[in-house]
């Protein structure tokens, strides 16, 4: 196997999940984008500095949190405040979220799945129209027929509910790892 | 402390009855936690702005509700910023759920790697002056200064490619091995029909070679047909309700690996557990060290499969009577199917089984769900 193939498998089996660590961190689609393709070619051109008894994730987040915190000093964007304390906490989530059950982040995913199943029907309804079928909340206040208000604390409750739930099967999968 | 997600979902159990024991349960134990912790448990006043097809007013609307515009608009932060966080992590795993946004994910990832080895293989055919093109259907990157970071980092990519660094991996690390047999793992259990011609090495004296096939489906699905050893025909498979064997003498029937195994022994031992390929990875995972190979053909001007050698860890060769020495894997290297399998057994010894059985990949074909049931070779049974 020569080094671009391993380097594929490698990105291709942590792309997922360097995907949701930058949308974490910017909550933006395109900068998360296109910090991933930075991140990508800089890992490619510092694969040699790889330690390779390490695993990959990491090292790939670490990148990318670089690349990120550079993007912020140069970005006047005002939504991108996420500090190292910050980045260092989401890199120890996903770390946690490498310890779940299954070998993809799909088959991972299926913990949030489980939480989301176990919410109150409300609550699930108005997360799986939110993130599933992608409505706006101008969408979902028609669809529910309630308040802009009532729809916005109906998914505040829902989703803190959700990650209780998560942070939960996430601190428990890391200590049975 | 306060309890805002207590008294808020007390309200709005009030006002939109949303009675249900889980809700009550949650309460109950937020309000323990909260007696006992002193701490305060604020939810970010937030709607998500996760939709990456939101159009740019929709986006900003939303935005400005955010935790950290929030911050951003001076006023005091209103959650701890690593619960915050968390919310955005939820966020971001709730999006990556849908298919759709993972297939977006892998479309940026294959025009990356387009590019990458399109500006190799320049590089290798010594084309002058690496040259960086956008093609059609793939997002360009914007601004200049992005198209000079691609053209830097590609040049970059091409220089290491030329000096050589790194394109012999031979005896490349365990972590990259076991990386690709993850992969190949995955392969395995896609449920697709597959066939494989099984060639088996008798360790028997005086006993011939023989052709066996095996069919399999994902983790969960697979029969074994063999000739058998004296010319009378052995099946074993698993279908919707479990493991069956049709052995050469006697009624069919169902049980777990190890009531199956005694029929076959003193003749050629099965080793039924590595019958099922996506059962092979899973162990090889798990019991063997890995290296990764040079990739080869398996036949002349054929492509080149990716090639990985596992040797079964010491701890395993006391407890694992079953387990082959060695297992060696060619798989396709794009989508990591298992192209040819080898399984070795040591000749001599309580581990002693066939001495090898090779696995070729014949066709990728859909079967019937039939074929994969006892009742279909055994009309009676069920």
């Known amino acids: 196997m020569d080094a671009k193939d391993l380097f594929e498998i490698l990105v291709r089996e942590n792309a997922d999940m360097l995907m949701v660590y930058l949308r974490a961190i910017t909550r933006d689609a395109t900068a998360a984008d296109d910090l991933f393709q930075e991140t990508m070619l800089t890992a490619w051109k510092k694969i040699d500095e790889f330690d390779r008894s390490r695993p990959f994730g990491p090292w790939l987040r670490g990148i990318a949190a670089r690349l990120a915190l550079a993007h912020r000093r140069k970005s006047a964007d005002a939504d991108l405040l996420f500090d190292v304390a910050t980045l260092e906490h989401l890199d120890h989530r996903l770390s946690q979220v490498q310890t779940l059950a299954g070998d993809t982040l799909d088959e991972k995913l299926d913990a949030v799945r489980h939480c989301l199943a176990a919410l109150p029907a409300a609550f699930r309804q108005a997360i799986t129209l939110r993130y599933h079928e992608e409505l706006r909340p101008a969408e979902l206040t028609e669809l529910l027929k309630l308040s802009g208000e009532a729809v916005k604390k109906r998914l505040q409750r829902a989703r803190a509910l959700l990650l209780d739930c998560v942070l939960a099967k996430l601190s428990t999968a890391e200590v049975s790892s | ?382």
């Not at chain 2, 399998?341 to 074909?365: C, D, H, I, N, Y």
């Open chain 2, 1 to 382: 402390m306060t309890d805002s997600l207590g008294r808020s979902l007390a309200d709005q159990k009030a006002t939109e009855n949303l009675d249900s024991p889980w809700v009550d349960q949650h309460l109950k134990s937020k309000a323990e936690d909260s007696q006992l912790n002193g701490s305060t448990s604020e939810i970010p006043a937030t709607i998500p702005s996760p939709s990456t097809s939101a159009p740019d007013d929709d986006k900003k609307a939303t935005i400005g509700e955010g935790e950290i515009a929030a911050t951003a608009s001076g006023r005091e932060p209103t959650a701890d910023p690593l619960r915050v966080a968390d919310h955005q992590l939820l966020d971001a795993l709730l999006e990556q759920s849908r298919p759709s946004r993972r297939r977006e994910t892998a479309a940026v990832v294959d025009s990356v790697m387009e590019k990458l080895r399109a500006n190799s293989a320049e590089c290798e055919s010594a084309t002058p002056a690496p040259s960086v093109s956008l093609q059609q259907g793939v997002r360009p990157l914007r601004g200049a200064w992005r198209a000079a970071r691609w053209i830097s980092a590609s040049l970059a990519a091409s220089v290491l490619i030329a000096a050589g660094g790194w394109l012999g991996w031979d005896g490349i690390n365990v972590s990259f091995a076991h990386v690709a047999a993850e992969s190949i793992h995955e392969a395995a259990k896609q449920p697709i029909d597959r066939e494989y011609r099984v060639e088996i090495a008798p360790s028997i004296p005086l006993a011939q070679r023989r052709i066996a096939k095996l069919w399999v489906r994902g983790g969960d699905r697979f029969v074994f047909d063999d000739p058998g050893p004296l010319g009378v025909r052995l099946l074993f498979g698993r279908d919707e309700k479990g493991m069956w064997q049709v052995p050469p003498v006697g009624p069919p029937r169902r049980g777990e690996f190890a009531a199956m195994r005694p029929v076959s022994k003193g003749a050629d031992e099965y080793v039924i557990p590595y019958l099922q390929l996506a059962a092979v990875m899973d162990r090889v995972r798990s019991r063997y060290s890995i290296t990764s190979e040079r990739g080869e053909s398996l036949f002349e001007g054929g492509p080149r499969c990716r090639k990985l050698s596992a040797t079964l860890l010491p701890k395993y060769r006391e407890t694992d009577l079953i387990a082959p020495e060695t297992i060696t894997i060619w798989s396709h290297r794009r989508t990591a199917v298992i192209e040819r399998l080898e399984l070795r057994w040591p000749e001599a010894g309580l581990r002693a089984a066939p001495k090898a059985m090779v696995f070729q990949l014949a066709q990728q074909t859909p079967v019937d769900d039939q074929v994969y049931r006892l009742s279909t070779y055994a009309m009676d049974v069920e």
